[in-house]
Structures are given as C-alpha cells and as structure tokens.
Nanobody, 123 residues
Framework: QVQLVESGGGLAQAGDSLSLSCAAS????????MGWFRQAPGNEREFVAAITWTGSSTFIADSVKGRFTISRDNAKNTVYLRMNSLKPEDTAVYYCAADPEGNYLRDSDWHYWGQGTQVTVSS
C-alpha cells in the first residue's frame, strides 16, 4: 500500500509563489505516474498536473499552464508542484495522487491519494 504525504501549503498573496511536495512510501516500487489535483469549496476535485515515471512528460491543466510546473525526484520518491503568480482562484485543498489507471484527468482513475494540503491565496 502506497502512502502519500503532502507538505508546503499555506497562505500566500496574489502574485506570490509556493511549492508543494509529496513524498511516497510503502510501495514495492514507485515507477508510476504522479499528479496533483485540487478542490475548492463547493467545487469538484479538478486535475492540476501530472508527470510520468521518468519525468519525460508532464501534463498541465489549462487553468494553471504557464504558472505551475510539476517535477519529481525518484531518488527521494517525491513529486513537486511549483506554483508561481498565484491567484485567489488557486485557493483550494491540493491533493497528491499516484498510479493512474488510464485517464490522468479523471480523479477516479488514480489509485492512491494524499490527505491534502490547504493553499489559500489572498488578493
């Protein structure tokens, strides 16, 4: 069973930057894609970004493209989300996910989830 633990959330002002980390543990191997989703109050959980096992390909939601980047360090079993030029609409609980079944964009296709970390951006 894979455990995912996020860190790095917090308060920011519009225009600021934050970085999130997600450390994976407990799996027999960790050669799977990882990703980030977010859920704002009253909204469904939405895809933010994903990265393949090798890190050679990344997928970024249009809503954050050009501002957010995803990366990973397989030696540390950790995936990162760098968030620049934050906007109040980026306020949400951010979830790390691992090992998708097929469609990266669909949260139901991901097998493992972290507990989430709150990001709040004020204007």
């Amino acid at each position: 069973q894979v455990q995912l633990v996020e860190s790095g959330g917090g308060l920011a002002q519009a225009g600021d930057s934050l970085s999130l980390s997600c450390a994976a543990s407990g799996g027999t191997d960790n050669n799977y894609p990882m990703g980030w989703f977010r859920q704002a109050p009253g909204n469904e959980r939405e895809f933010v970004a994903a990265i393949t096992w090798t890190g050679s390909s990344t997928f970024i939601a249009d809503s954050v493209k050009g501002r957010f980047t995803i990366s990973r360090d397989n030696a540390k079993n950790t995936v990162y989300l760098r968030m620049n030029s934050l906007k109040p609409e980026d306020t949400a609980v951010y979830y790390c996910a691992a090992d998708p079944e097929g469609n990266y964009l669909r949260d139901s296709d991901w097998h493992y989830w972290g507990q989430g970390t709150q990001v709040t951006v004020s204007s």
